[in-house]
């Protein structure tokens, strides 16, 4: 009894519902009864007459007032096409369900149950009711994901973007090889005194700038003056004994021969005198050329020898660059060159003047030796770079503000067709405004210049200087 209750409801119910539903939803719903027949509901055909006894019940039930539905569906639509969230909450939606299923039995019952297997018979027609509605909130949900993706797909593009092109081109390229090296005075000198004696005065300090000549050291000359002294005593006696005997030559009184010695005796009395003026002048150092002191090696007090260095100067107006070039490309550096160097920020042009012949064992490399022009900023001991041109090629260049640079990756945009490509890109050297492309564009290619940093993968752009296409030919 209880079974020809249930077709007789399911029956009337699907003639009335089954006249709005297009085939389109029903193809759906039939998808959705698939799925619920895999779990215990039934064959694909009972779920989708179940599906559409509910549907004109949701909307006809008192608990579902109109304002619980955003809007109502079109003829042979379906109502949950707006998933749950065209509903007020999925807390009250699963309440107003639970009511309407509770409503759903009387509506299949005619009359109270007469023996145990009509009991069994409605409770199972409960269960399956309830799982239905279960199929059909999820149903409601697949249908809100269907319609956030319809919106995404048809999310409109961004607007064209004025942008300004450049051409791609190979244009030719010198080669060069960077050597490094240091900046060393032409003139410098380790200066240490001729004769021995306690430094009795230091007239100079590091960095103090002095002209030829002027005293930089005073050590004590006591025992060279008296040397002096007693040179010039025997100088002096010398030379009367030398007029005396010159004297007696003449009047015969005296031997040739002692004349001879006489005349010797005053000779090398002379000359020990010149050796005793040098003593004391060895006494006093001064400046062999106009410099600066680098270092002081002594102080007051010390004992200055031979062997012993007490000051260094050079001169730092005149500079040269040393740098200890490899022997693969030593053939490329000629004697008289001009090469380029670069210390810090300053940029000089350095003549090649020395070119050591013989490589060092060690690091096989060839000292080569550079003369600097004077320029303010270079100093003794800076380091350096110097190029030397060995080849001559051909890269592509573009300007640095096309290319555009997003975490690690430098990426520029091509037109293509109107719209911008993306492209990954790979840098090399730069040349003032422009930057070297190894890999990623090719020759003739345009690529952005202005407002790359704005565009996005497959944008519209208008060039700058062309008149817009209108949007009804736009690609």
């Given amino acids: 009894m209880a079974a020809q209750i249930k077709d007789a409801c399911v029956g009337d119910a699907v003639q ?15 998808q959705h009864a698939k ?9 694909s055909g009972q779920m989708d007459q179940f599906g559409d006894v509910l549907f004109p019940v949701f909307q006809s039930h008192q608990e579902f007032e109109p304002g619980w539905f955003a809007q109502r ?55 399956r009711l309830v799982l239905v509605g279960t199929a059909l909130a999820l149903a409601a949900l697949s249908g809100a994901c269907t319609k956030k993706s319809r919106e995404a797909g048809t999310k409109e593009s961004p607007p064209p973007l004025s942008v300004r092109v450049q051409t791609v081109e190979a244009k030719p390229h010198i080669a060069t090889e960077e050597v490094t090296g240091s900046l060393r005075a032409k003139l410098q000198a380790v200066i240490t005194p001729e004769g021995t004696g306690r430094i009795e005065k230091m007239l100079v300090v590091p960095g103090q700038h002095l002209n030829k000549g002027e005293v930089l050291v005073q050590l004590d000359a006591r025992d060279t003056q008296a040397k002096l ?17 010159t004297a007696l030559v003449a009047s015969k009184a005296v031997s040739q021969a002692d004349y001879d010695t006489a005349l010797a005796n005053n ?9 005793a003026e040098t003593a004391l002048g060895y006494m006093t150092i001064v400046a062999p050329f106009d410099g600066v002191i680098t270092k002081k090696l002594a102080d007051v007090g010390d004992l200055a020898s031979p062997s012993k260095a007490v000051l260094e100067m050079e001169d730092p107006g005149a500079l040269r660059f040393e740098a200890d070039v490899p022997e693969a490309i030593i053939g ?41 022009p004077p320029t303010s900023g270079l100093r003794t001991g800076q380091f350096g770079r110097a190029s030397i041109r060995v080849s001559q090629t051909t890269v592509l260049r573009v300007p640095t503000s096309a290319v555009v640079q997003r975490g690690q990756m430098e990426i520029v945009f091509v037109i293509n067709k109107g719209r911008a490509e993306l492209r990954l890109v790979k840098t090399g050297k730069r040349f003032g405004d422009e930057v070297e492309v190894v890999s990623g564009i090719e020759r003739n290619e345009q690529v952005v210049t202005k407002n790359a940093d704005r565009l996005a993968d497959g944008q519209r752009v208008e060039m700058e200087g062309k008149k817009r296409c209108p949007p009804e030919f736009a690609p």
């Fill in 73 to 127: 569906p079109e003829p042979g639509g379906n109502p949950f096409d707006g998933g749950i969230g065209e509903f007020r909450g999925m807390a009250g939606f699963w309440h107003k369900t639970k009511k309407i299923l509770a409503h759903c039995m009387p509506m299949c019952s005619y009359s109270q149950p007469t023996n145990g297997s009509d009991q069994n018979m409605n409770a199972h027609l409960t269960k």
């Fill in 16 to 30: 009335n519902a089954q006249a709005a539903l297009a085939p389109r939803e029903q193809s759906r719903r039939r």
């Fill in 229 to 245: 002294d007693q040179a010039r005593a025997v100088c002096e006696q010398s030379e009367k004994s030398l007029q005396r005997y």
């Fill in 267 to 275: 000779r090398v009395a002379k000359a020990a005198l010149a050796q």
């Fill in 35 to 43: 799925l619920a027949g895999n779990i215990g509901l039934g064959g």
């Fill in 332 to 372: 490329s550096v000629e004697a008289g060159a001009s090469l380029p160097v670069r210390s810090g920020t300053v940029r000089v042009t350095g003549t090649v003047s020395e070119i050591t012949p013989v490589a060092d064992t060690q690091s096989r490399t060839f000292l080569v030796k550079l003369d600097l």
